[in-house]
């Protein structure tokens, strides 16, 4: 599509329908195109309607109309269905991850987002990261009278990710994350991977790699293959549960010194969830880590169109099941034949059976194959 400025109404219009087929889309093009479309649109509504003008809410309220967003669909971006209700209602003003989030999911000029109302004051620890630093003395981590603020302020010394973490925070982190949670999660994977000795090594061929990691999946005993293979790639693995306000499935970090981490919380523990949320890191960590990206963290319930998620996501699909082998696959097909693509691409049924599931938001269909309660069984037996 030619890509030119928007001097009326008509072409608008245009403008907004072409942006509403390109959220979601993963290529680089429909990336670029659609964050030119983003700017273009955002200089019209302020030159014409004045959005920057209304309040929060309106301006919420304008980007649902035009987009045919419902309630329900903001939740990702706001939190709960109450605190959606509550923005949009214009009771409660939103957060700087909220704007973030808005911003940058659906668009809507931070200018807009900001209003003339004061942002809510962090008076005292949130009853989330309360939480949180209970969790982590049960769990051995934190000591017994050691402040959430001690416990990282330790923990940082030996990994400076956790310390980089607020400048290189990916936009797949839920709106709803409670910042110190979220940092005291990440310091204690890192703490529980500095236990780990292990050496560093390049792997030469990632695509390979992860296709022999997916197969690891058929085995009886899959969940020490995958930690033995990763250690002999280099790659150190951490199960550490997820904590309150954190909503988390995974994060691909680097320890202190330099060696990469794949983090996963289990929080869906369901196999097919875990074979993606595996590779989407191992993507990570082949991929994106580097000197200036020490930690990216993933809530894959969150839609994203950045570049590197989409990357990942779309390794992680095809180590699982090559293009090829997916590619007969639609919404028609019988479980037999999904059956049989797992087969061919050497992955345990879940997989398949999750991916389907996914692609065509049917979630009554394979229900038993999706290996529900199998993954927390194997890591963190009773």
């Not at 045919?68 to 990702?76: C, N, V, W």
Request: aromatic fraction near 6%.
């Amino acid at each position: 599509m030619t890509i030119r400025p928007i001097r009326t109404d008509e072409d608008y219009r245009s403008a907004l329908k072409r942006a509403k087929t390109l959220f979601g889309q993963s290529s680089q093009n429909d990336l670029d195109e659609l964050e030119v479309l983003q700017a273009l649109i955002e200089r019209w509504e302020r030159s014409e309607y004045s959005i920057e003008t209304a309040t929060p809410a309106q301006a919420i309220k304008f980007r649902m109309a035009q987009t045919g967003l419902s309630q329900r669909d903001l939740i990702p971006y706001l939190g709960s269905k109450s605190r959606v209700s509550e923005i949009l209602n214009g009771q409660r003003q939103p957060t700087v991850d909220q704007i973030r989030a808005l911003h940058q999911h659906l668009g809507i000029p931070i200018v807009s987002l900001i209003g003339s109302s004061k942002h809510e004051p962090a008076a005292r620890p949130s009853s989330t990261s309360v939480a949180a630093e209970g969790a982590l003395r049960k769990l051995g981590l934190m000591k017994e009278k050691e402040s959430l603020a001690s416990f990282l302020s330790r923990s940082k010394a030996s990994a400076p990710a956790v310390a980089m973490l607020r400048k290189t925070r990916t936009e797949r982190t839920n709106a709803k994350t409670d910042m110190a949670a979220l940092e005291a999660w990440c310091a204690a994977a890192l703490v529980r991977a500095e236990k780990i000795t292990i050496k560093k090594t390049k792997i030469r061929d990632p695509k390979k790699a992860a296709r022999q990691l997916a197969k690891l999946s058929t085995l009886p005993d899959w969940h020490d293959q995958i930690v033995t293979a990763l250690h002999r790639m280099g790659i150190i693995l951490v199960i550490l549960e997820h904590l309150p306000g954190t909503f988390l499935d995974g994060a691909a970090m680097c320890r202190g010194d330099g060696v990469p981490v794949i983090a996963l919380t289990l929080r869906h523990d369901r196999l097919d969830n875990f074979w993606f949320t595996l590779l989407h890191e191992f993507a990570h960590v082949v991929c994106h880590l580097g000197p200036d990206r020490q930690v990216i963290l993933d809530d894959l319930d969150v839609k994203s169109s950045e570049a590197i998620e989409a990357e990942a996501d779309a390794f992680a699909r095809n180590a699982l099941i090559p293009p090829a082998i997916w590619k007969p696959i639609d919404e028609n097909s019988s479980p037999e034949e999904v059956l049989e693509a797992a087969e061919k691409a050497g992955v345990h049924p879940a997989i398949a059976a999750g991916r389907w599931r996914f692609e065509h938001s049917d979630y009554r269909r394979f229900s038993k194959l999706i290996g529900r309660g199998d993954v927390k069984a194997a890591f963190m037996p009773a």
